[in-house]
């Protein structure tokens, strides 16, 4: 905490900002599904900036709302002029001038880090970074907001799928999956066997990564269900080694899922690629060599030390 700076008021800056994106949608006639999106991100907004002042159970109702209008498809991007020479003519009359502003968000949040946390010292590092980046360009204050909603655009439902997923693998482990999912294990697999025991863990959390699309939404799940019972206490496996592959075999996952939509779907839009499953074809073949040797390093050291 800095001079009564808190991670809250960076909140309230980032749901305002998504409630200006809200009003311009709003404001924009031409749009496809202009009401639709506008409710979309003005929920967003409030669910961000305000949502820890509201009671849980509203603030649960907003996510479904939202929910149903990506379902009822009432949340579009519009078409945005393409603009790209005017953009390569300004990128390159400035040259490597517009570099510096995003080295210095990483540079003050690492320095900042030391002295009031990393999450507000990268929040003060964006802002130092925003202020910076309209110092090079000459740009007027309200471009940031016209800039970062059309990104904002871009990238659509997508960018709450993460949170969404990761609250998705809590309520599965409250909800008492692992256990079921020890039993089924238990019944279907000898996972008496060590080898057994490692490769169920493993492919389970690839399993309900590609499903969950979040490894940390997985990871209790299967560590509850498969890790600890069948590998450390059955098999005296270390549960340090068992946890720490058991996540890189997850993001094997992660890399091979349209769920992850941070990692697969998001740079999709941002390249403007014109395969959807782009990303991930190039992926999925590391993604089954690290998982194979994930698999391998488990079993020769997690029941060795």
Known sequence: MSAGLTLEHFFWLVGLFVAAVAVRLALNPGHPRRWGSAAFWLLLAVAVGAGKHLPAEFVGW?????????????????????????????????GNRLLWPILLVPAVAIAGSLVIGSQLALGIGCLGGLAAALWVTKDA?????????????????????????????????KAGVGEEVARIVAAALPVTHPLVAVLAY???????????????????????????????QANGGDAAIMGTLGMLSGYCGTLVTPMAANFNLVPVRLLELQDDWAVIKAQAPFAAA????????????????
């Not at 990506?70 to 953009?87: I, L, Y």
């Not at 493993?202 to 019972?229: D, E, R």
Request: aromatic residues 10%; proline residues 6%.
């Open 62 to 94: 907003m996510v479904l709302a939202m929910g149903l209008l990506v379902a009822t498809k009432q949340v579009a991007t519009p078409h945005f002029p393409d603009g790209g020479e005017a953009r390569q003519a300004r990128a390159g009359q400035l």
């Open 141 to 173: 204050p309200a471009a940031p907001v016209a800039e970062g909603g059309r990104l904002l655009e871009m990238l659509g439902w997508t960018l709450i799928l993460p949170q969404s997923l990761a609250g998705l693998g809590g309520i599965f482990a």
């Open 202 to 232: 493993c492919g389970g959390m690839v399993i309900f990564t590609v499903m969950m699309g979040n490894a940390f939404a997985a990871f209790p799940i299967m560590t509850l269900g498969v890790g600890l019972p069948f590998i450390v």
């Open 290 to 305: 690290i998982w194979i040797f994930n698999v391998a390093v488990m079993y020769l050291c997690v029941y060795r030390f």
